[in-house]
């Protein structure tokens, strides 16, 4: 399962990749609203799920590398300030 999430995830920021800043943040009237906070919500469900997953007593080398991660409190909460940041924080996250 981790790895069809690295695999989509990869897919999905390439697919950025041909667009402009504007478009990314252009509100489509999605759910999310932009493709970026899209992207973002996606990346916030995961970190929540995995601090999740590390409390838990015998997942002890996860929670090791969680530290330093975002720790969101809202499915909406903002874990990046641009693109490029969010996609290095998604190429880190899936590599936990």
Same mark, same amino acid.
């Given at each position: 399962? %981790? +790895?069809? /999430?690295r695999w989509m995830n990869l897919r999905l920021y390439e697919a950025t990749a041909s667009l402009s800043e504007a478009q990314i943040f252009e509100d489509r009237g999605a759910f999310f609203? @932009? =493709?970026y906070d899209?992207?973002?919500?996606? %990346?916030? %469900?995961?970190? =929540?799920w995995l601090h999740r997953f590390a409390h838990h007593q015998s997942l002890s080398e996860l929670s090791k590398s969680m530290v330093?991660? &975002? /720790? &969101?409190?809202s499915l909406r909460q903002r874990v990046a300030? @641009? #693109?490029? +940041? =969010? !996609?290095? =924080? !998604? @190429? !880190? #996250?899936d590599e936990v």
């Open positions: 399962m %981790a +790895e069809y /999430n609203g @932009s =493709l899209t992207l973002n919500h996606i %990346a916030v %469900a995961d970190l =929540l330093g991660f &975002p /720790n &969101p409190t300030q @641009s #693109l490029p +940041e =969010l !996609r290095e =924080l !998604r @190429s !880190r #996250l």
